[in-house]
């Protein structure tokens, strides 16, 4: 590793420049930012290393690229991939889409439980990186000649087949280029979360008390005060807990950005724009993304007006911990890359 100079800071990655055939093991090598120390003079020094990216692919042999596809990563949560899937089944999703479940190194047998999808198994000796999960998966999709592409949380609901097909619909219509939804936390019987399992949500969210399924978890994106030593604005969910009804955000509108868990986005643009930043592994290449966008006059919307999705939430909940040291690298790259620019862009 060596010591990086400032201006790969705005590096990310460009998924034309990897060319290889599509064979069921192919190996993606990719260079990524990480932070190394925290200087008192709130300087920060990064490193750079290379990252290998060992893939195993698997095709459903009714994938049709004339169809979107839906981009589904996960690592072991077995009962919750199968609840997931089991959800788009019954709504007929996979009629609609191509699904991909993209594992990330489980030990569970995630590959028997997507046996009905393609499947996509990628291995690295860095960790977790969710840009890298769904880069790889979507330069797959470029590969196959896809025209849209969709990541999807795997614990994102669906709440009815029409609401899905409308916001396909809205997308089209609107020619956006990257689009989202409202959503909501899910009822009792769709939840991953359990009774037993919900003081999670009064213990990360302590003004919280009682009842929040049905409630809002995602209404639209606002940006607040981030930690002194970062010196910029960090994206919140808008109107979290509110009533799916508000008019804030039971509306469509033109906005900066959306939220990655559930993200329509053209083949095109992503791959114009070079995918997600692979140096934001665990948190803001979704912004990072959509900033990216709309900087470049891509269209960018929320339609939440009459339509919504669930989103379980139950990996954010149990996934930060405090001194996580690539939460807090995200944290000061984000910052670098967007503190003089992102009051400029910010609807």
């Known amino acids: 590793m060596t010591k990086v100079n400032t201006k790969l800071y705005y590096k990310f990655t460009e998924l034309t420049n990897h060319n290889f055939s599509l064979n069921s093991r192919f190996s993606i090598k990719q260079k990524e930012l990480k932070l190394k120390k925290q200087m008192k003079n709130k300087k920060h020094v990064f490193e750079i290393a290379e ?8 095709e459903n042999s009714n994938y049709d690229s004339s169809k979107p596809t839906l981009i589904i990563p996960t690592k072991n949560m077995s009962r919750l991939i199968k609840k997931t899937i089991l959800n788009l089944e019954e709504n007929e999703i996979d009629q609609l889409c191509n699904i991909i479940i993209v594992d990330d190194m489980s030990d569970e047998n995630i590959k028997k439980i997507s046996k009905n999808h393609s499947y996509l198994r990628v291995e690295n000796d860095k960790g977790f990186n969710f840009s890298m999960l769904n880069n790889i998966a979507a330069l797959i999709c470029m590969k196959k000649g896809n ?43 769709l939840s991953f979360i359990k009774e037993k ?23 639209g994106t606002i ?5 002194p030593d970062v010196q910029t604005l960090t994206p919140y969910h808008y109107k979290r ?47 990072d993304f ?13 339609f939440g007006k009459d339509i919504y999705f669930y989103h379980d939430e139950s990996v954010s909940l149990s996934g930060k911990k405090i001194g996580d040291s690539q939460l807090r690298s995200d944290e ?16």
């Open 223 to 227: 940006f607040l005060p981030i930690a």
């Open 332 to 347: 000061i790259l984000f910052g670098k890359i967007w503190n003089k620019k992102i009051g400029k862009i910010v609807i």
């Open 147 to 189: 025209k849209k592409i969709i990541l999807w949380n795997n614990d994102l609901y669906i709440h009815t087949k029409s609401m899905f097909k409308e916001l396909i619909k809205r997308h089209d219509d609107n020619l956006s280029s990257i689009s989202g939804s409202k959503l909501l936390y899910p009822p009792l019987e």
């Open 241 to 287: 807990f509110a009533q799916h009804t508000d008019p804030r955000v039971d509306c469509d509108k033109g906005v900066s950005c959306i939220t990655g868990a559930l993200m329509i986005i053209q083949m095109k643009d992503f791959v114009e724009l070079g995918g997600l930043n692979p140096s934001l592994s665990k948190n803001f290449q979704d912004i």
């Open 290 to 302: 959509c900033l990216r966008a709309v900087s470049e006059e891509k269209k960018c919307y929320y």
């Open 51 to 58: 990252i290998e990216y060992r893939c195993t692919w698997i």
């Open 197 to 219: 399992d919900s003081k999670n949500i009064q213990e990360y969210y302590q003004h919280v008390s009682g009842k929040w399924r049905n409630t809002v978890q995602y209404g």
